[in-house]
Every structure is written in structure tokens, then in C-alpha cells.
């Protein structure tokens, strides 16, 4: 289960970029009522998103050239610069390398073999997001990938993940576990493989009390609907959403715990 109890290979951040941080934290302050707070003016326009004064994210400005609103997930690394040396030896490319964000902590950005792009952070003051796995924080992070075996074998290299595979209806659907902990209680997204027409990437998961509810307040601010909203046995009630800039994300109502 996602949880704020980081171990390398754990998600421990998650942020969006965006040409307008303004409306887009109005945005998600619609959807999920979190409460946006500037890093401060050395910041460059970035900013956190929180819930009960808790950070559950991060909003800030397009950095890179040619670049699309999105959603970027990092994962725990111990040494980012021994990580960037990873990716480039595993296939993937370095799009930031190793850089200090005063005392926070230390980030990279990167592109998978696959073309997915994700992140990491080595923690220093700043260890990660407060909430996870709550009411409209992340509890899963799900990778699209064409060639899920390849791409796999890379991020298992990195992070030393475990990975186990499910069948589900037309597909099969990886179930992704950091190497530390028990599969079950480790586990904190999954891989699927690619659909006709879409790109390789990392969808983040919010968890939400009503999926349906979200997908009318996205509509109402501006946002689409990417893929409407559906049950999913022993999972629960997902929508995949875009905020009004084309970044998607996706909310999930968890099905009920069966009984022990």
C-alpha cells in the first residue's frame, strides 16, 4: 500500500507542470479541496498543494522546452547521481540531471527505455508528500508501457522492485512492490500495457470517496473526462480525468476490504 514510510523505490512525490500554476491550483482546489501555498518567491512560481496542512503535491511552471502539462512521479532514491548513472547504463536518458534544491533535498528527472519520463528525490529537510493512500491524496501510480517485460527489467535494476504478474480481462496487469516489506503491504502501482493510440507514461491515482462526484467537478472546472467512470472488480470505481491543460490523472474509489 503507498504510504508516506519511504524506502528506495517508493513514490515520495509527486508534482505537476503547468503554464498557468495559477489556474491549475484553482482547478485542483475545486476537484479535490486542497489548498495551495507558495514555496516562496525564490521558487520560480511552484507551490504546495495541501490537505489539513498536510502537502499531498506540488504545482509549478513548465521548465523544460517543448514541454506538455503533465503529472510527474518521484520515486526514493538514497543517491540521485548513482541513479542517473543507472538510468543511462539501463537505456533510459537523463532529461535533469542531479541537482540541489537548497536544503529540500536533491532531485533528477529522467526518461524511461520505454518513453515514459518519471523522477527522483533524495530526501534531505524535505522527505516527501504527508498524505497518501487518504481522500483525495495518491495511493497508486500506474505505468503504460509498450514493452512491459524491457521496461520492467529497467526499473527493477534501479530500484530492486518486485513485480507480480494478474490477469485481468485482456490483459495482464503487473502489480509493482518496492523490495522492502512484505509483496502485499510494499505494494504501490502496477503496469499495463499500452492501449492503441496512447503514449507511454506514469498516470497518478487519487483516492477519492465518490469517483463520479470528481469526474462532474472536473467537467465543471474546465477539465475532460479521459476514460468515464467504471467499476473494476476487487478494485473499485475509477475515471481517468485531464485538468484543463491536458495533464491526466485518475481517481479511484477503493472497493470495499473484503473480510479477513
Not at 511552484?46 to 499531498?56: A, L, P, R, S
Not at 485482456?170 to 499500452?194: N, W
Not at 492503441?196 to 463520479?212: L, M, N
Request: charged residues 20%.
Amino acid at each position: 500500500m503507498l504510504g508516506t514510510n519511504f524506502v528506495t523505490g517508493a513514490p515520495n512525490w509527486i508534482d505537476l507542470g503547468t503554464p498557468d500554476v495559477e489556474a491549475a491550483a484553482a482547478f485542483y482546489g475545486a476537484v479535490f479541496g486542497w489548498e495551495f501555498q507558495s514555496a516562496g518567491p525564490e521558487s520560480g512560481g511552484y507551490g504546495f498543494c495541501q490537505q489539513d496542512g498536510k502537502t499531498v503535491a506540488a504545482i509549478g511552471p513548465l521548465t523544460e522546452e517543448g514541454a506538455s502539462s503533465a503529472w510527474t512521479v518521484y520515486f526514493q532514491t538514497p543517491d540521485a547521481d548513482a541513479t542517473a548513472k543507472a538510468v543511462e547504463q539501463g537505456g533510459g536518458s537523463v532529461r535533469m540531471a542531479p541537482s540541489d534544491v537548497m536544503e529540500a533535498g536533491r532531485l533528477a528527472a529522467f526518461t524511461d527505455p520505454g518513453g515514459a519520463e518519471f523522477a527522483v528525490w533524495q530526501p534531505g529537510a524535505v522527505k516527501g508528500f504527508e498524505l497518501a493512500s487518504v481522500d483525495n491524496a495518491l495511493c497508486w501510480a500506474e505505468l503504460h508501457a509498450a514493452d512491459a517485460t524491457a521496461v520492467y527489467a529497467f526499473y527493477r535494476g534501479l530500484f530492486g522492485w518486485r513485480g507480480e504478474d494478474m490477469e485481468v480481462p485482456g490483459m495482464v496487469y503487473k502489480i509493482l512492490a518496492t523490495a522492502e516489506g512484505e509483496p502485499e503491504s510494499a505494494a504501490f502501482g502496477g503496469m499495463a500495457p499500452l492501449q492503441e493510440g496512447d503514449r507511454p507514461r506514469w498516470i497518478p491515482y487519487f483516492a477519492v470517496a465518490d469517483a463520479d462526484e470528481k469526474v462532474t467537478k472536473a467537467q465543471e472546472g474546465g477539465g475532460s473526462v479521459v476514460m468515464p467512470a467504471s467499476d473494476v472488480p476487487d478494485v473499485g470505481r475509477i475515471a481517468w480525468l485531464a485538468d484543463p491543460f491536458g495533464a491526466v490523472f485518475a481517481v479511484l474509489k477503493p472497493a470495499p476490504a473484503s473480510p479477513a
